[in-house]
Structure formats: structure tokens, C-alpha cells
């Protein structure tokens, strides 16, 4: 377990020391703010509005910011080492393959979370400073739990990330999949699934199974846990629209994200375990 907090805590300062914490945890926090302030210039308004419809607009931001940056911290973890010939050396070590999968994997995922935390907990002090009626204490538990699902999203793509960058030969073919994989999970998966929906009308049995297929993606998992207990005109619609006002367990919710997390990285420490280096 040693040898793991090790490998982990150096790929934590290695991300601190190349300024990717920093950078992410100022990027998060010019965007949350950004996009509270204007979220509402298309109604002809510029401020902030609810902490409902703030909150809604960073689940919005998250899930498109948060899978890209995990996949591109991640994405040459293994494959670049041995790119730069430093992967013979590091297994030299008494070190066995699994423990150092696993120790950087939760090294770029705990960047990744204190980079979150830390961008996104000041954007919301910045707006609660200046928004006295988002001054609750419910607001603070909507963005705990927000952070905390934001983390575990990171993490979901962070094992994506290491799975692409064990079962790859190359760096340049490592990032050409991982922005493939930010695409599918992002973009086209919800759009195949809308497609669906509007091709067949929504018949009964579709409309029973529909709401078990976005478990299948963590992206709509992460919009679920945010955004299916915000109160109506945050800007959940479409959400609810999609899952015909199903009602999910949010313990369901919370472990069909850290299967997300946990499973494509035991996938990856145990391809690495077979893999010729």
C-alpha cells in the first residue's frame, strides 16, 4: 500500500508542479462564474439568478469540462512512459504493475478533485458573497454534493483514461482515442439516445427501459445526481422530459458513478498485468 500512496503522491506533485491543478482550479472557477453571470443574457438579463438555475448551469459546464480533463491528464499515463523509455526502469523497482497503475490513477484523480473543489467552492463563495438569498445552508449541501459527483465523474474518465493508455502502443493514438471516447460519452450517446426516442414515439416499453439506458453513460448519471432534485425552472427540463419524471434512488445514483470510477481501472491494472513492455 506504501509503494502506492508513493507513486500517488508523486503524480499529484507532478500536476501541481506542471501547474495542471492550478490552471484547472482557476479555469473551473472564471467558468462556473462566467456562466452564472451570463446565463441568463439570452432572456435579456446579465447577473445571477437562482442558486437553482446557477447550479443547473454548472452541472451543464461539468459535464462537458470535467471528462475532457481527466482524459487529458491521463491519457499517457502508461503509454508515455514507455514513449520516453522510462518504463523498464520504473518496473525495475520493487514496484509489481498494478500498484503502479493504481498509484497513478489516484494520483491524477485526487488532482483532479482538489482542482474542483478549490475552483469551484470559490466561484460559489464569490457568488453567495454577492447573492444574500443563496446565503443557505442548503445551497452549501447542493454544492457538496455537487463537488462530490463532479470528483467521481473526474475519476470515472481519469480509468477510462488509464485503460486507453495500457491497452495503446502510442501517445498519439492514446490522445486520438481518449477525445473519441469525450465525444461518444459527451455528445453522440445522448443524441443516439434522443434519436431513439423521437424515431419510435416513445412507446410504453421504451419509455419503461429508457431511463436504465442513461445509467449506462456516467455523464447523465453525474446530470442526474445534480439536476433531478432541483426545484422547476432551474433548467432541468429536457431531463426530465427524457426519463419521463422517473424517480432514481440517489444511492443508486452515487454507485452506478463509483462503478464508473472503479471499474474501467480494474479493467486497466489487469490488462497492464498481461501486457508485453
Given at each position: 500500500m506504501s509503494a502506492v500512496l508513493t507513486v500517488a503522491w508523486?503524480?499529484?506533485?507532478?500536476?501541481?508542479?506542471?501547474?495542471?491543478?492550478?490552471?484547472?482550479?482557476?479555469?473551473?472557477?472564471?467558468?462556473?462564474l462566467g456562466i452564472a453571470?451570463?446565463?441568463?443574457?439570452?432572456?435579456?438579463?446579465?447577473?445571477?439568478?437562482?442558486?437553482?438555475?446557477?447550479?443547473?448551469?454548472?452541472?451543464?459546464?461539468?459535464?462537458?469540462?470535467?471528462?475532457?480533463?481527466?482524459?487529458?491528464?491521463?491519457?499517457?499515463?502508461?503509454?508515455?512512459?514507455?514513449?520516453?523509455?522510462?518504463l523498464l526502469?520504473?518496473?525495475?523497482?520493487?514496484?509489481?504493475?498494478?500498484?503502479?497503475?493504481?498509484?497513478?490513477f489516484l494520483g491524477h484523480c485526487a488532482a483532479l478533485a482538489a482542482a474542483t473543489f478549490a475552483g469551484f467552492v470559490l466561484a460559489v463563495a464569490i457568488m453567495q458573497w454577492l447573492q444574500a438569498s443563496a446565503q443557505t445552508l442548503q445551497a452549501w449541501l447542493y454544492i457538496g454534493r455537487f463537488i462530490l459527483s463532479a470528483s467521481l465523474l473526474g475519476a470515472s474518465f481519469v480509468g477510462l483514461a488509464c485503460l486507453i493508455s495500457v491497452t495503446t502502443t502510442s501517445k498519439s493514438r492514446a490522445a486520438g482515442l481518449a477525445l473519441i471516447g469525450w465525444l461518444v460519452s459527451v455528445v453522440l450517446f445522448d443524441l443516439a439516445l434522443l434519436a431513439l426516442l423521437v424515431v419510435s414515439g416513445g412507446n410504453a416499453i421504451e419509455r419503461a427501459v429508457y431511463p436504465y439506458l442513461l445509467l449506462l453513460n456516467p455523464v447523465d448519471v453525474f446530470r442526474l445526481v445534480n439536476l433531478a432534485t432541483l426545484g422547476g425552472g432551474a433548467g432541468d427540463e429536457l431531463l426530465t422530459g427524457m426519463t419521463a419524471g422517473h424517480a432514481y434512488p440517489p444511492a443508486l445514483l452515487y454507485a452506478v458513478l463509483l462503478a464508473?470510477?472503479?471499474?474501467?481501472?480494474?479493467?486497466?491494472?489487469?490488462?497492464?498485468?498481461?501486457?508485453?513492455?
Amino acid at each position: 500500500m506504501s509503494a502506492v500512496l508513493t507513486v500517488a503522491w508523486k503524480e499529484f506533485r507532478d500536476d501541481f508542479r506542471n501547474r495542471w491543478t492550478v490552471a484547472l482550479a482557476v479555469l473551473f472557477a472564471l467558468l462556473a462564474l462566467g456562466i452564472a453571470w451570463f446565463g441568463a443574457a439570452a432572456a435579456g438579463r446579465i447577473g445571477f439568478t437562482s442558486f437553482d438555475a446557477t447550479l443547473a448551469s454548472l452541472t451543464t459546464l461539468g459535464a462537458f469540462v470535467i471528462p475532457l480533463i481527466g482524459l487529458l491528464i491521463a491519457y499517457d499515463t502508461i503509454v508515455g512512459e514507455r514513449d520516453d523509455g522510462t518504463l523498464l526502469l520504473m518496473l525495475s523497482y520493487p514496484l509489481a504493475r498494478g500498484q503502479l497503475v493504481s498509484g497513478k490513477f489516484l494520483g491524477h484523480c485526487a488532482a483532479l478533485a482538489a482542482a474542483t473543489f478549490a475552483g469551484f467552492v470559490l466561484a460559489v463563495a464569490i457568488m453567495q458573497w454577492l447573492q444574500a438569498s443563496a446565503q443557505t445552508l442548503q445551497a452549501w449541501l447542493y454544492i457538496g454534493r455537487f463537488i462530490l459527483s463532479a470528483s467521481l465523474l473526474g475519476a470515472s474518465f481519469v480509468g477510462l483514461a488509464c485503460l486507453i493508455s495500457v491497452t495503446t502502443t502510442s501517445k498519439s493514438r492514446a490522445a486520438g482515442l481518449a477525445l473519441i471516447g469525450w465525444l461518444v460519452s459527451v455528445v453522440l450517446f445522448d443524441l443516439a439516445l434522443l434519436a431513439l426516442l423521437v424515431v419510435s414515439g416513445g412507446n410504453a416499453i421504451e419509455r419503461a427501459v429508457y431511463p436504465y439506458l442513461l445509467l449506462l453513460n456516467p455523464v447523465d448519471v453525474f446530470r442526474l445526481v445534480n439536476l433531478a432534485t432541483l426545484g422547476g425552472g432551474a433548467g432541468d427540463e429536457l431531463l426530465t422530459g427524457m426519463t419521463a419524471g422517473h424517480a432514481y434512488p440517489p444511492a443508486l445514483l452515487y454507485a452506478v458513478l463509483l462503478a464508473w470510477a472503479v471499474l474501467p481501472f480494474a479493467w486497466a491494472a489487469l490488462a497492464f498485468r498481461g501486457k508485453e513492455v
